[in-house]
């Protein structure tokens, strides 16, 4: 069974950082991509990156150069680490992979960027 579980969100201020994780099991977790999603009050949700599984990052205009992502395939786990947060970046945040064509998402991790 496939599981996506999010956590680190939180409240920050501007300016500051914060680091998401996205703990996966139930397949490969070295063979697929990993992508992050958030979704702002009324807003749609919008992809913010895609890691691939060789490592390539692609990235969201509105975050590149701000945020990184890294694994730890022994742990199964992928980081999305946010600096200079901005209050536009407020929204949750989700993992998300496709597997054979089906979508599978965490529960998602509210981070607020606000002084």
């Known amino acids: 069974q496939v599981q996506l579980v999010e956590s680190g969100g939180g409240l920050v201020q501007p300016g500051g950082s914060l680091r998401l994780s996205c703990a996966a099991s139930?397949?490969?977790?070295?063979?697929?991509?990993m992508n992050w999603f958030r979704q702002a009050p009324g807003k749609e949700r919008e992809l913010v990156a895609v890691?691939?599984?060789?490592?390539?990052?692609t990235w969201a205009d509105s975050v590149k150069g701000r945020f990184t992502i890294s694994r730890d395939s022994a742990k199964n786990t992928v980081y999305l680490q946010m600096n200079s947060l901005k209050p536009e970046d407020t929204a949750v945040y989700y993992c998300?992979?496709?597997?054979?064509?089906?979508?599978?998402w965490g529960q998602g991790t509210q981070v607020t960027v606000s002084s």
């Open positions: 998300n992979i496709n597997l054979n064509g089906n979508q599978y």
């Open positions: 139930g397949f490969t977790f070295s063979s697929y991509a």
């Open positions: 890691n691939l599984a060789g490592g390539r990052t």
